[in-house]
């Protein structure tokens, strides 16, 4: 990205010269090199959030290409008759295998090594006995650490031929995600994030859930900041460089509203309606943003 040339003094935070809208200290100002140790240390103490260095962003990479590559092992397996519990055998053998440890493995209690959520369950499904069907659809969240990084991505998939409303929900939910992604860049906020998922969403009249939102990873499973799939342009916590987090927008074919099972874990929809997510490990680079845990979304 081009930047216009400062001329004169320019305060920071004075309006930036380069039409942004944004104030200089976080827009242009922070490609200075001399200020990289300000900038880093202002967002721990303001944000709690702990930018990335080149080398935990190599190593993020490499966990994020085994997070890929165990997804890629899963779909061939999803189809009707094959259980949840098997597809969690399969991802738990292949990162071990790999030199990987599934991180939702007994994390705050978790039982499994990924989650698996079947149509109305928008999140944090636990594997277990139920047998896929003909026309579900079943989202596959998987979170590794490889050398001491994490990364965390998420697809749904169709199993069989899928209905009219689960192609829609899908195809929606995939194309809120590449439209959060567009909207990461440097002197961007988190609430770009947000307002570009929510409009396309509910343009085609589905919902955003509020309750779960994306997340900082990268030295741990969730860190700072959060990435709310809502929101107001212009508003949230500015990105910068080296900010590592998820966008992984659950959107709901009806209403957005929740209930938590008695498993303490497992999110329906309140209504019974289809839900879906994709993901990605996301890092802010000075002229938008690289996907850690990169695949197809068109």
């Not at 636990?126 to 998987?142: A, H, K, M, T, Y």
């Not at 998922?197 to 900041?225: L, N, T």
């Amino acid at each position: 990205m081009n930047h216009k040339p400062v001329r004169g003094k320019v305060g920071r935070n004075d309006p930036c010269p380069c039409g942004s809208g944004l104030k200089y200290k976080w827009c242009c100002m922070v490609r200075r090199p001399a200020d990289a140790d300000r900038i880093r240390e202002y967002y721990l103490n303001q944000y709690s959030i702990r930018l990335k260095e080149p080398a935990d962003i190599e190593g993020i990479r490499q966990a994020g290409r085994l997070v890929v590559d165990t997804l890629d092992h899963l779909a061939g397996q999803i189809r009707p008759g094959v259980t949840t519990d098997q597809l969690d055998t399969l991802a738990h053998e292949f990162t071990i295998h790999h030199g990987g440890i599934p991180a939702p493995l007994n994390y705050k209690g978790f039982p499994r090594s990924i989650c698996t959520s079947v149509n109305e369950v928008i999140c944090h499904g636990i594997p277990g006995n139920r047998f896929l069907r003909e026309g579900d659809i079943i989202n596959i969240d998987v979170t590794t650490i490889l050398h001491g990084y994490y990364a965390d991505a998420n697809k749904t998939y169709f199993v069989g031929r899928p209905s009219p409303d689960a192609r829609k929900i899908v195809d929606v939910t995939r194309e809120c995600l590449r439209r959060g992604m567009a909207a990461v860049r440097s002197g961007g906020t988190t609430g770009d994030i947000g307002w570009a998922i929510q409009q396309h969403a509910e343009s085609h009249g589905c919902s955003v859930v509020r309750e779960f939102v994306g997340h900082g990873v990268g030295f741990a499973f969730h860190e700072e900041p959060q990435i709310p799939h809502f929101g107001r342009r212009g508003h949230g916590i500015p990105l910068v460089p080296g900010m590592v987090f998820t966008i992984e927008p659950m959107i709901n074919l009806g209403e957005r509203h929740l209930k938590i099972l008695s498993d303490q874990w497992t999110a329906i929809t309140a209504d019974g309606s289809l839900s879906a997510q994709f993901e990605q490990t996301i890092l802010v680079t000075e002229d938008g943003c690289e996907s850690l845990t990169p695949f197809d979304l068109s």
